[in-house]
């Protein structure tokens, strides 16, 4: 049965990226469009278990698109992982008149969508921020472009210190279960090579490899590794293991860690998250639910919440091959 809408909650959950803040801005200026109500929860399902919940109008979002991270605070909430937790915060929106909520963070924070939108019949819509780019359903996540750009400057300026000193550098990007931030920079900075949890070359290619480039006549070389790269326990596991076996190399070891997840979104990333946010809260007026936006060739699209935890985004083939044949 169609619910009609008059109030929208917009929440960030998880772990944050850049244009979380255009998606806010998004879902609460097309909520004003059609004449709706909105409010923001702070600290995601813990800020709505403890009625941290404010009214937001289109003057709320002023100056939002451009900014990282998130207005509205994110956190983990151990407590909405119970029935007692969600009761409470099913409460909290019956108690401030919240009709549906958009929810923006990555697979944890849509499982705990998910299961809320069934136990309550409350609509749902997801928008996907995460940097890995790693959620089924739509070929880019708010973010992951950013984070991307962040990670391929990093990239340069060590490029440059690679070759002022004749060293191997070992870049650890971020990507606990997917590789696209380090297959799309490793090609992107012309790494010699790329590590990522998808693809297993085991450690003694990876000693060829370097060794060739050696005798190629290489004075300097990049590896960048997936911090989910099942190669070696760790980067600094993997570069001691080539220093003992190839001591020709001055080994150096760079994380880049959470500098990618922060700075002011990409233009890419500030258009997609406002595409989204206005998708999502026109899907709820449809009376859609439990469904996250994504975008696919170009197109806005829906997918199953239930799918999009599921199911993986697979690493591009295509883009595998050429790496293979840029690391000659």
């Known amino acids: 049965m169609k619910k009609f809408i008059k109030k929208v909650a917009v929440m ?3 772990g944050d990226s ?11 200026r097309a909520a004003a469009f059609y004449n709706l109500d909105s409010v923001g929860i702070y600290r995601g399902y813990q800020g709505l278990i403890e009625g941290d919940i404010e009214h937001m109008n289109a003057r709320s979002a002023h100056h939002l698109v ?7 605070k994110t956190a983990r909430s151990k407590e909405f992982m119970t029935v ?10 019956v108690k401030y008149d919240i009709d549906a909520m958009v929810v923006i963070g990555g697979d944890g924070s849509f499982t705990g969508a998910m299961v ?14 995460t940097i890995d780019n790693d959620i089924f359903g739509t070929d880019f996540t708010v973010g992951y472009d950013t984070a991307l750009n962040t990670a391929i400057e990093v990239i340069d300026k060590i490029r440059d210190t690679a070759s ?9 990007v971020m990507g606990r279960d997917a590789g696209h931030i380090a297959l799309n920079a490793g090609i992107g900075a012309g790494a010699e090579e790329i590590l990522i949890p998808e693809e297993d070359m085991g450690i003694d290619r990876l000693l ?9 006549g290489k004075t300097s ?7 989910g790269d099942k190669t070696g326990d760790n980067v600094f596991h993997l570069a001691k293991y080539v220093e003992d076996n190839l001591p020709e190399y001055d080994v150096r070891v760079s994380v880049l860690g959470h500098m990618q997840r922060g700075g002011a979104p990409s233009c890419f990333d500030r258009v997609l998250a406002s595409r989204m946010g206005v998708h999502a809260v026109e899907l709820l007026i449809d009376g859609k639910s439990n469904v996250m936006v994504g975008l696919q060739n170009g197109k806005m699209t829906t997918t199953p919440l239930e799918n999009a935890i599921k199911e993986n985004n697979p690493i591009d083939k295509e883009i595998l091959r050429v790496s293979d044949i840029m690391s000659v």
């Open 164 to 172: 002022s000193h004749n060293r191997l550098f070992f870049v650890e």
């Open 12 to 14: 960030t959950s998880g």
């Open 116 to 129: 809320f939108s069934n136990e309550f019949d409350f609509p749902i819509i997801g928008i996907p921020g």
């Open 84 to 93: 007692e937790g969600r009761k409470k915060a099913y409460d909290n929106l």
């Open 66 to 72: 451009q900014k990282g991270g998130t207005a509205l």
């Open 208 to 216: 060829i490899t370097l060794e060739k480039s050696r005798r190629s």
């Open 221 to 227: 070389s990049l590896v960048i590794v997936a911090e």
């Open 18 to 28: 850049p244009g979380m803040n255009a998606a806010i801005r998004s879902v609460i």
